[in-house]
């Protein structure tokens, strides 16, 4: 495809770019630079006021898939990202099962393969993130890993670690160290300060952030190893890493836009939604971490994008912690540094797509010809408000809803295509095909892809089924085009239009876009068969497609003896 993007501001600190001009890809790759008139497929017109950065780079983000793919799955995070401006990630390993081996890692790379972004995961620091023994980075480097981290938690054993930064360096892999010291923390749920007490709950020290980012440090200088802090929020970690850079500790950082944005005072609503790890702070570390971007000290921002549902999040107290923010993460950076003159655009261009990159190892995004072309294209001075329901992520636990922000994105480019731009927005009574608007937003802006729900369910005693009856969903994006040639002719079978009713639940009408089917355990178990006897007839792009979808098909044999299926396009 030819892609002209005609009177940009196109800006990129990797070659002292900062100028209106044009910018033509052609099958993915950039070839001509100012060349407003090229002939093109498809063009978008900047207007002399859009803004293109090189794809943005959000290198921690939890996306959920394996095992917990109702808070999230690569598809929807794919989604969330690409909306963000983002055309890659790096995803942290605590999914369900945690990614430390082949099987796991493999699954995320053909499962990302189709998501329409650049997905990279890392691998645990420890076998099945237990703390206790490293896993096998030798394995993860065959397997094309470049970083490793036990997110979530820190390596509690301070000798464990040490391991395992030396392994790191013979491996060549950044190691990312979530920086909370458990015992420190001893169930505290927010900052341990005046909040805290005001609101009589369990307050988190800061000395558990700031002893464990000093341990790392420490343990980086004595084996020459790098190492990345992850999500700055105290005055004293931006302290001892600043100290740290200076006597030359090859040490990064990275902090979220909720920590220079806001301070524990949100928790006076005793709303979870603003509960993550490590918590929201105080003004003086919240001016602290602003001042580290700003001056350098922390290299690039993140989102640590952490979905939990809105049950989970329901009770204050004992809600999970975390928040969504790849949908934020740009508007909010722009809104805090850029239009408060703190930051020009080419120092945010440097930290939120440059820097992540160069951190772990990875090629360079430019906008250079020859460079593949991966564009992030906003209105800095659009004003918008942050709601929640219209968020592309599967869980809408922002931090930033009713917030209103200077700038947003509006067009992302990645692996040839625009795989993200503006789409027309659906009221909340909206419905298509029976579908509210909410449901539909996640693949309107993907026509040719088809949407499949997956709801396994038990049946109760008295067969009256209610909504508690669901025990989980899962969903997946697949190609309107693999969803017919490969799905459609095995789906039909099962259900013959002159059958309506094959188990006795539900109603079907024909299985093409836009049905809903139920099957019982039997028939599950037949309709696997049938996939895996296709396969071996199928050519290699198609047998990996069935190899995506056979370990999640066969998950749901586990937990459920009803499935239903709809398929949306
Ligand atoms: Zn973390």
Not at 41 to 50: F, M
Not at 251 to 257: D, I, L, S
Not at 533 to 562: C, Q, V, Y
Request: overall charge negative.
């Amino acid at each position: 495809m030819k892609l002209l993007i005609r009177n940009v501001r196109a800006v990129d600190p990797q070659c002292g770019l900062d100028k209106v001009t044009s910018i033509l890809s052609e099958d993915g790759v950039i070839t001509v630079l100012g060349c407003a008139d090229a002939k093109a497929d498809r063009i978008i017109d900047g207007e002399g006021r859009l803004v293109a950065f090189p794809g943005l780079f959000d290198m921690h983000v939890h996306f959920r898939d394996p095992g917990l793919t109702y808070k999230e799955d690569i598809y929807t995070g794919a989604a969330a990202a690409l909306a963000g401006g983002f055309t890659g990630v790096a995803c942290m390993p605590n999914t369900k099962p945690v990614i430390d081996n082949a099987e796991t890692i493999n699954y995320i790379k053909y499962k990302s393969a189709n998501s329409g972004i650049n997905v990279y995961p890392y691998g645990c620091i420890t076998k099945g993130m237990q703390g206790a023994e490293l896993a096998d980075y030798e394995e993860y480097k065959r397997l094309g890993l470049v970083a490793i981290s036990d997110d979530g938690k820190p390596v509690p054993n301070a000798e464990i670690m040490r391991q395992a930064l030396e392994k790191s360096v013979e491996n060549g892999m950044l190691v990312a160290s979530h920086c909370e010291d458990l015992a420190i923390i001893n169930g505290g749920i927010i900052n341990k300060g005046e909040v805290s007490k005001k609101l009589g709950v369990k307050g988190m020290d800061r000395a558990s952030e700031d002893y464990i980012t000093a341990r790392e440090i420490a343990l980086a200088a004595s084996c020459d190893a790098r190492i990345h802090i992850c999500h700055v929020s105290t005055y004293g970690s931006v302290n001892i890493i600043r100290a740290a850079k200076r006597d030359g500790v090859k040490v990064t950082c990275e902090t979220a836009p909720h920590y220079f944005t806001y301070t524990d005072e949100k928790l006076l609503s005793r709303d979870a939604d603003y509960r993550m790890s490590p918590p929201l702070r105080t003004e003086k570390d919240r001016q602290a971490v602003e001042d580290a971007v700003a001056d350098g000290t922390i290299d690039c921002i993140i989102t640590d994008h952490a979905p939990h549902s809105a049950e989970e999040k329901a009770d204050f107290e004992k809600a999970p912690n975390g928040v969504v923010g790849l949908e934020t993460s740009l508007a909010a950076t722009l809104t805090k540094l850029y239009h408060t003159g703190r930051m020009t655009l080419s120092q945010i261009a440097q930290i939120m797509s440059v820097n992540p990159r160069k951190i772990l190892g990875l090629p360079k995004i430019s906008i250079e010809v020859g460079s593949p072309c991966e564009l992030c294209i906003f209105d800095p001075d659009l004003e918008w408000t942050v709601v929640p329901e219209e968020l592309h992520s599967r869980s809408k636990n922002t931090v930033f809803k009713g917030e209103t922000f200077k700038g947003k994105n509006l067009y992302t480019v990645c692996r040839d295509k625009v795989a993200y731009e503006p789409v027309r927005v659906r009221t909340s009574t909206d419905e298509v095909n029976g579908h509210k608007a909410t449901d539909v937003r996640h693949y309107a802006d993907n026509s040719e892809k088809v949407y499949l729900e997956f709801k396994p369910a038990r049946m109760p005693e008295n067969g009256d089924m209610q909504w508690e009856d669901w025990n989980c969903f899962d969903s997946v994006f697949v190609y309107k085009a693999d969803y017919e040639k490969l799905l459609v002719p095995i789906l039909n079978k099962f259900f013959p239009a002159e059958d309506p009713d094959p188990n006795g639940w539900g109603t079907q009408e024909y299985f093409d876009v836009c049905s809903e089917n139920w099957l019982g355990a039997d028939k599950w178990k037949e309709f696997i068969a049938q996939l895996e006897a296709l396969k071996n007839d199928l050519g290699k792009e198609d047998r990996m497609f069935i190899d995506i979808l056979l370990p999640l098909f066969r998950g749901f044999l586990d937990k459920s003896d009803i499935i239903c299926i709809e398929g949306n396009q």
